[in-house]
């Protein structure tokens, strides 16, 4: 009977929280360090750096999914290598797109942090 009245009022907290947006701090943790390591080094290793920096990975992770990052970042990557073999990450309008959600998402994350 307990078991019964739990089930009946935790389900619909289940449907809740099943239709909630995934939350932020998805990314594999070698991805928000590589992003503070790299955040910190272009503003300043210190402390107050690496609050802001962990501050801007996470409001990303809350507006770029995961997948969209890590496709943008593939795309950036590919950029800087010379030669027509990577022309189309440079001339491509739909990689464009996928690059312009991390930079907007980036924007957005120096306002909240920086």
């Known amino acids: 009977m307990k078991t019964r009245i739990i089930a009946f009022?935790?389900?619909p907290l289940a449907f809740v929280l099943g239709q909630m947006p995934a939350e932020a701090n998805d990314y594999p943790t070698?991805?928000?360090a590589d992003y503070v390591i790299g955040c910190m080094a272009s503003n300043g290793n210190n402390q107050e750096m690496m609050?802001?920096?962990?501050?801007?990975?996470?409001?990303?992770?809350?507006?770029?999914?995961?997948?969209t990052?890590?496709?943008?970042?593939?795309?950036?990557?590919?950029?800087?290598?010379?030669?027509?073999?990577?022309?189309?990450?440079?001339?491509m309008p739909m990689?464009?797109?996928?690059?312009?959600q991390l930079r907007l998402a980036q924007i957005e994350a120096?306002?909240?942090c920086f």
């Open 30 to 32: 070698p991805v928000v």
């Open 69 to 91: 990052y890590e496709k943008a970042d593939t795309i950036i990557r590919m950029r800087m290598v010379p030669g027509d073999n990577t022309a189309m990450f440079r001339d």
């Open 95 to 100: 990689l464009k797109a996928v690059v312009d």
């Open 110 to 112: 120096d306002f909240r």
């Open 9 to 11: 009022l935790t389900a």
């Open 51 to 67: 609050q802001r920096c962990s501050c801007s990975i996470d409001a990303i992770s809350s507006i770029v999914p995961y997948d």
